[in-house]
């Protein structure tokens, strides 16, 4: 159980939405951490040391700006129900398919959908089915998790 | 130095917009999934006020041919949707419902010290691995083995 917060979750949206803006406007690229996940791995070109460079101060940013959140309220709550060998292949499947499928909740769910992309719209719709999907199984068929 | 400036800032505001919604915490995402149990909509307003300012964003700058710091934009240009986009799409989804993190707020929640988020970003860096390493090489050589065999039939 989880409270529905709707302020911080529509003022932590709006910062996540001009976050992806700024990084638009500014070095005219896309927000999505998947596939910056995968350019600081492998430099996509001839680009090499500053395909990687921006790719990696940005990732570097999210921690430390969940940091700073952490510290503006005293903490932050994390609650992770799955087993390490769940969390293994859950990762595995993130991984892959985002590299598959071109993208993730970032991507294409901020910023495709934003700039108007049909394929981000289908993906969008796709993964949120499939999620939605895996949690009824795990919690109402398998009845793990809470 | 302009453009790393600006993609560290860029970064810390998203990692502090994902904590302050408490995205990072992978029950308040599963809670979104969980439609017929204990459903939580706040994740829906996150990625409604996130859209709400890049579609409005994205169409007032439209009319710019470059970046601030960069010489060209960069964005996908494909349109079409095809099998590839649907069943990554649907493998990532249920790997997001299964941890209740997304890469986003799994390298955001790396701030904290717990375990499985540890264990759930280097399982996505293998999947991509993967992804790089055994499935697009053996996508190639199943091509170039169906070319060669339309030529010589």
């Not at chain 1, 990687?52 to 969940?66: D, N, Q």
């Not at chain 1, 952490?70 to 892959?96: N, Y």
Request: some cysteine.
């Amino acid at each position: 159980m989880t409270a529905f917060t709707p302020w911080s979750a529509l003022l932590g949206g709006a910062m996540i939405g001009t976050a992806a803006l700024l990084l638009w406007v500014a070095i005219g690229r896309i927000a999505g951490v998947s596939g910056i996940l995968a350019g600081a791995l492998f430099p996509p070109g001839a680009g090499g040391a500053s395909e990687r460079s921006w790719r990696a101060v940005f990732l570097l940013g999210l921690p430390l700006g969940a940091l700073l959140t952490g510290w503006a309220q005293g903490g932050l709550e994390i609650a992770v129900s799955t087993e390490p060998i769940g969390i293994i292949v859950a990762g595995l499947l993130v991984g892959f398919g985002t590299q598959l499928g071109s993208g993730c909740t970032s991507g294409h769910g901020v910023c495709g959908i934003g700039r108007g992309s049909k394929r981000s719209i289908a993906a969008t719709l796709t993964f949120m089915t499939t999620g939605a999907l895996t949690v009824y199984l795990v919690r109402h068929l398998l009845g793990g998790g809470s | 130095m302009k453009t790393l400036g600006a993609s560290l800032f860029a970064g810390l505001l998203f990692g502090a917009g994902l904590a302050l919604s408490q995205m990072t915490n992978p029950a308040k995402v599963q809670n979104f999934l969980d439609l017929f149990g204990t459903w939580d909509p706040s994740l829906a307003l996150v990625m409604g006020a996130a859209l709400a300012v890049t579609a409005t964003g994205f169409k007032a700058t439209a009319r710019r041919t470059a970046p601030l710091c960069e010489p060209a934009f960069s964005a996908p240009a494909r349109r079409d949707i095809d099998a590839p986009l649907l069943v990554g799409a649907a493998l990532f989804g249920v790997g997001w419902g299964l941890a209740g993190f997304c890469p986003g707020p799994a390298v955001a929640a790396l701030s904290l010290n717990v375990l499985q988020v540890r264990l759930f970003v280097v399982a996505v860096l293998l999947g991509i691995a993967a992804h790089r390493w055994i499935y697009t090489p053996f996508i190639a050589m199943h091509t170039k083995r169906h070319s060669r065999r339309l030529r010589s039939g």
